[in-house]
């Protein structure tokens, strides 16, 4: 079994790349040490992170992440256990999807994120919870519409 857990949060003002690079360096240190596996979006200002591994140690490491200075409003979202990962062997994917939405292929990313938060095959519901809030922050919907910034 693994534990899986899924948050969102608000970006301090003015975050650099800079940060960001700094946090992904960490977690892809930590995580590949620690067997967790996840993946990280970034966009608008929002954070939307799926952690999955050991539920210790997952639990520990989002009390960590709770009280990182780089990001705010900390909001967990859905936590339980699963019988597969669905980021195995990302010590952490990230997706900052501003290009692809200018690019023109929005549609196409949205429709992929549709097709994931709905699909059968997600296999439970934290991973469902993951893909639903990752596509309303790429759609300017709900949540991420009021409090959205840029
Ligand atoms: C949005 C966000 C996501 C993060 N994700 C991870 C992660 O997956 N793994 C990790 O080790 N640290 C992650 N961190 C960094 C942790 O908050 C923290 O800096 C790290 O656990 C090191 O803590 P320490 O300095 O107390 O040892 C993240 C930070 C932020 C702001």
Known sequence: MTFQLTYRSEAIEGISMEHINT???TSRKFNSAHNITGCLIFYKGFFVQLLEGNEEIVKALFDNIEGDKRHNNVDLLSQEQVEQRVFDGWDMAFLNP?????????EALLGTLDELAKDEKTPNFTSKVFWYNVETLLSDRGF??????E
């Open 98 to 106: 501003s290009e692809e939405v200018t690019n023109g292929k929005r």
């Open 144 to 149: 991420y519409q009021s409090r959205s910034r």
């Open 23 to 25: 946090i992904l360096q």
